[in-house]
Nanobody
Framework: QVQLVESGGGLVQAGGSLRLSCAAS????????MGWYRQAPGKRRELVAT???????NYADSVKGRFTISRDNAKNTVYLQMNSLKPEDTAVYYC??????????WGQGTQVTVSS
């Protein structure tokens, strides 16, 4: 059972930046794919970005050009650098991992609040 622990959320003004981190408890196939999803109040959980162990990335259209996902395989850690934040980015951000696609394991979530 992979444990994922997120950190780095908080309150920021619109236009500001935050960096989320997610550390996995083990390496290997279970974290081949890692990624970030988010869920705003009253809305469904949605994809933000994913990254494979080889470094291939995928982004939601709403965050392209503003967010960057990266990972450090030696540290079993994935990061999400969020720039030019908007109030609509306010949500709980969840880290996830899996073998073929993310979504097998989930972190507890970290709150990101962007004030206007």
């Amino acid at each position: 059972q992979v444990q994922l622990v997120e950190s780095g959320g908080g309150l920021v003004q619109a236009g500001g930046s935050l960096r989320l981190s997610c550390a996995a408890s083990e390496r290997g196939a279970s974290i081949r794919y890692m990624g970030w999803y988010r869920q705003a109040p009253g809305k469904r959980r949605e994809l933000v970005a994913t990254i494979t162990s080889g470094g291939s990335t995928n982004y939601a259209d709403s965050v392209k050009g503003r967010f960057t996902i990266s990972r450090d395989n030696a540290k079993n850690t994935v990061y999400l650098q969020m720039n030019s934040l908007k109030p609509e980015d306010t949500a709980v951000y969840y880290c996830t991992s899996g073998l073929l696609v993310p979504g097998t394991y989930w972190g507890q979530g970290t709150q990101v609040t962007v004030s206007s």
